[in-house]
């Protein structure tokens, strides 16, 4: 079968390094993919964004199956494009309609869902521009710290955790007035902040089964001890101690059956991943956020971990036939640290060359913002590669992603020293 993996991040490159495995494959594109997966498949000069293109290639190529990595195409409703093509139709899309996709695409709409069908998340309210006085007496009510949503895509960034009334009042007003995150902050999400230890959990089902991916803790934060500004992610360790036996049980019996039984309730059929955002809360599970898509950089340290043919579940995903599906799981961990420009999450660096690669030898490497350009390899994006060290144990896991992190060179390097540490601690 010919595949079309949509995306030009790590995330992409991870499923690609995966399904190129798969005796099922006959030849792989990825559009408009980056220098890493240049090396797996063929890369398509094609935006994510731009569906047409899209549909042109899946006809020019015989492509059999469509994986859409990113949110954004999701949102816009590429799936639903797609199936409007007469010749398309017997195409296997892996990913949902843009009705599945407005379980990330609006956090109001998943809020509103998670209370409709009893899947355990925080306290919120909305507020729009035109309701900001009452956003406003609704935060003196409420216990600090608070967290605020800007309710749209807004990359990863658009969440911020108010430790005063003060800074969360601010914050509310250059949401919804000064509309710090485009219009993805037109509404806001105020919710309850919820103590205990974040975890994610990937569902992959066909809407009417289901499995569970290996479970991940991604890192938030710029800086070590997760301190300073939301990021795209850092880093991210799978698995996970605390993502225990009895643990995932009860993810499986309140949150996972509930949110699948309210989307074929809500006549949503839903082909693809679901992305859970939990917090770990004295034992029980809630819901922080759902995704529409696998995350990253948590893709860069499940994919080493699935031994079965990947390549055949997707296609069972698209062709309704999971029921009866085993996925084989690695005992082994995997450690991913993410090393991105100078200046990132703000205005970063562009155009560094990047050096040592050649030299990195017990991690997996894959790309996340990078370009070619005149035969060298060079920054292009805010993230740009992440380092997967994969181990029997924990701690030489760590090392090889750590170690690969520090081999590799360029202008304003960064990257978090702390990953996977605070799960090394971690006692169950």
């Given at each position: 079968m010919n595949v079309l993996i949509l995306g030009s991040g790590g995330r992409e490159h991870a499923f690609a390094w995966k399904i190129s495995q798969s005796p099922v494959l006959n030849q792989l594109f990825i559009a408009p993919g980056?220098?890493?997966?240049?090396?797996?498949?063929t890369n398509l000069s094609i935006s994510v964004n731009d569906f047409e293109a899209i549909a042109q290639a899946v006809r020019s190529y015989d492509i059999g199956l469509v994986l859409v990595g990113p949110e954004e195409?999701?949102?816009r409703g590429i799936r639903n494009f797609l199936e409007s093509q007469e010749d398309l139709r017997h195409v296997g899309i892996v990913g949902p309609g843009a009705d599945g996709a407005q379980l990330e695409g609006s956090k109001d709409f998943s809020k509103n869902?998670?209370?409709?069908?009893g899947v355990p998340t925080a306290a919120s309210e909305t507020f729009t521009k035109d309701t900001i006085d009452a956003g406003l007496a609704y935060l003196e009510a409420q216990s600090l710290p608070i967290v605020l949503k800007a309710d749209g895509l807004a990359a990863g960034k658009g969440v911020i955790i108010a430790q005063s009334l003060a800074e969360a009042k601010s914050a509310l007003k250059e949401m919804l007035l000064d509309a710090k995150f485009g219009a993805a902050s037109d509404k806001v999400v105020i919710e309850q902040f919820l103590r205990g230890i974040e975890l994610s959990v990937f569902v992959l089902t066909d809407g009417e089964d289901f499995v569970v991916l290996p479970e991940a803790k991604d890192y938030k934060r710029i800086g070590d001890n997760d301190e300073?500004?939301?990021t795209g992610g850092m880093g991210a360790v799978s698995p996970v101690p605390f993502a225990t036996e009895s643990f995932m049980n009860?993810?499986?019996r309140k949150v996972i059956k509930p949110t699948l039984e309210g989307l074929k309730a809500e006549g949503i059929r839903y082909q693809g991943f679901i992305f859970i955002g939990l917090m770990n809360h004295e034992?029980?599970?809630y819901v922080i956020e759902y995704n529409a898509r696998m995350g990253d950089p948590e893709t860069e340290v499940v994919m080493p971990r699935i031994e079965s043919d990947f390549l055949s579940l997707?296609?069972?995903v698209a062709q309704v036939q999971l029921k009866g599906q085993t996925l084989q799981i690695s005992d082994q961990f995997a450690v991913t640290t993410m090393v991105v420009a100078g200046g990132y999450p703000e205005e970063y660096r562009k155009g560094d060359v990047i050096t040592n690669l050649a030299q990195v030898e017990e991690a997996l490497i894959f790309h996340a913002g990078t370009k070619e350009e005149d035969g060298q390899i060079k920054t292009q994006g805010g993230r740009v590669m992440a380092f997967t060290g994969t181990s029997n144990t924990l701690e030489n896991a760590i090392q090889k992603s750590q170690k690969a992190a520090l081999t590799v060179k360029f202008e304003g390097k960064n990257f978090r020293r702390d990953i996977g540490l605070d799960v090394l601690r971690y006692k169950v």
């Open positions: 980056n220098p890493g997966t240049a090396s797996l498949g195409p999701l949102v869902f998670m209370h409709k069908y300073g500004l939301n009860l993810v499986e034992g029980e599970p997707l296609i069972a």
